[in-house]
């Protein structure tokens, strides 16, 4: 799957972005197609589900063009399509109708193991609720990515790699001195921060974070955005963020407003 998908990146991003010095990516040819400057794109985009046999709309004619190391926010009230807008993206789910494009690729179309092998090869995850295994530690719970993607051989065999990847994200994310604690051992803000980690393992092309700060206070989840800023600055991962906090919408490079299932405003 991933040899179908373009990678019209420009120089400056060939370079090994968040990787780290020992996990640099080898520069990819360069392309003969012009370079969009859109990472993600979305097209008409409805969606609607249905409850006791009423048919609800919850997105109407989606139009949106992400730029490639943008920071967005998408913000609206509860029940406004946020949340389904960003599993879309993130082929979690299908449209009813309209299209969505991951670097000029078409998306909303792949089977289940198309969908399975670009989450896991181009974006990276993280929700209200952290979603990490209790008997794991904060380094099994980083590096997990890895091995569920690896057969197990592959995995042993690179093991200390693999760790020292971990060990690099969780650095990046504040958690360099709490490898060995378990969930339970770490606060709220803490485990979002090893999600943070966990979904960046694989140095994702974009980062989708669905009310990260949602179980958080406020000066918690301010903290979780700037964790998101600095990301975001130093490693140039696109990021797509939904919340419902107009303060913290605001950090983002670009604020995307949903009202009813449509876009009603963008800057």
């Known amino acids: 799957m991933s040899s179908g998908l373009r990678t019209n990146r420009s120089a400056r991003l060939t370079k090994g972005r968040g990787e780290g010095p020992h996990f640099q990516r080898s520069a990819r040819p360069a392309s003969t197609e012009p370079i969009s400057e859109y990472i993600l794109t979305t097209s008409g985009l409805e969606k609607s589900y249905r409850k006791d046999k009423i048919n609800i709309p919850v997105l109407r004619g989606v139009d949106l063009k992400i730029r490639d190391g943008e920071f967005t926010a998408i913000a609206g009230q509860s029940g406004s399509g946020k949340s389904t807008l960003l599993h879309l993206l993130g082929t979690l789910d299908t449209p009813d109708s309209g299209t969505i494009c991951f670097e000029g690729n078409r998306i909303d179309n792949l089977g289940p193991k198309g969908r399975d092998v670009l989450r896991n090869r181009h974006f990276g995850m993280i929700f209200q609720f952290y979603h990490l295994l209790p008997e794991l530690t904060t380094l099994e719970n980083a590096v997990l990515p890895l091995m569920i993607s690896h057969n197990t051989f592959r995995f042993l065999r690179n093991a200390k790699k693999y760790r020292e ?84 919408a605001t950090e983002a490079d670009r604020l995307v407003r949903l009202v009813d299932g449509r876009v009603t405003e963008s800057r």
């Open 165 to 248: 990847r971990a060990k690099y994200w969780l650095d990046k994310v504040g958690l360099s001195h709490r490898l060995k604690h378990r969930p339970q051992e770490l606060s709220g803000g803490e485990m979002q921060r090893v999600a943070m980690a966990r979904a960046l393992i694989s140095s994702p092309r974009v980062l989708l974070a669905d009310e990260p700060t949602g179980n958080l206070d406020q000066q918690t989840g301010g903290e979780i955005v700037d964790v998101l800023r600095s990301l975001n600055g130093r490693e140039n991962l696109t990021i797509v963020m939904v919340t419902h906090d107009m303060v913290l």
